[in-house]
């Protein structure tokens, strides 16, 4: 079946570090792929997504870059904040479900 | 204008137990989905629902089951609850035409 994959957490940084979180999916009809970010006792918020190959998701400094070549949309920030501590998920909609990744917990240190 | 919206956030529930949870979708959308997450995991699709009828099923067994209402809300039900059972449950919604997933806050299941 379909199957979204990233890394395993947990991921710790110093603030100001760059942040990048690996992500691969299953090529199966070319899905379109999100981040979402999930922060402690709350749902899943959108973070970013791409719709198709080579297209650029961005939002509040985060990027993922969709390629096809790879199967990957991985994660990055130039410059992480201890805002951003939180769970991050990577997720593709296949059909018209979404197939979500394990999750990576994210803790930045001040 | 509100998101999706769940009810209740919390409840406690003993093993053997039959639970309800409950989605209002966001104003224009017309299908709902549901997700199991269980702790430290990522949602699992466990079905959608689009013209009060069950579009999609997840490997969910049939001890859950829902319905969607004239007015697009949502209900989970789970019959004999399992202490597996225990995990957020995720509500989203989306329009027919175009992008919009939106997802809820969830409803937090405990089973003891």
């Known amino acids: 079946g379909n199957s979204v994959t990233q890394m395993e957490g947990p991921v710790t940084l110093s603030e100001e570090a760059f942040l990048t979180i690996n992500c691969t999916y299953t090529a199966t009809g070319y899905p379109s792929l999100f981040w979402y970010v999930q922060y402690p006792g709350e749902g899943l918020q959108l973070l970013l997504k791409?719709?198709?190959?080579?297209d650029k998701g961005s939002n509040k400094g985060f990027e993922a870059t969709y390629r096809k070549e790879t199967t990957s949309f991985h994660l990055e920030k130039g410059s992480v904040q201890v805002s951003d501590s939180a769970v991050y998920f990577c997720?593709?909609?296949?059909?018209?479900?979404?197939?979500f990744g394990p999750g990576t917990r994210l803790s930045v240190l001040p | 204008d509100a998101g999706v919206t769940q009810s209740p956030t919390h409840l406690i529930k003993t093993r053997g137990q039959q639970v309800t949870l409950r989605c209002s979708p966001k104003s224009g959308h017309d299908t709902v989905s549901w997700y199991q997450q269980a702790l430290g995991q990522g949602p699992q699709f466990i079905f959608q629902y689009y013209e009060e009828e069950e579009r999609q099923r997840g490997n969910f067994p049939d001890r859950f089951s829902g319905h969607q209402f004239p007015n697009y809300s949502s209900e989970l039900n789970v019959n004999a609850l399992l202490l597996g059972d225990s995990a957020l449950y995720l509500c989203a919604s989306s329009p027919t035409v175009g992008y919009g997933y939106t997802f809820g806050s969830g409803t937090r299941l405990t089973v003891v």
């Open positions: 997720a593709g909609i296949y059909g018209q479900n979404f197939v």
């Open positions: 791409a719709t198709k190959a080579d």
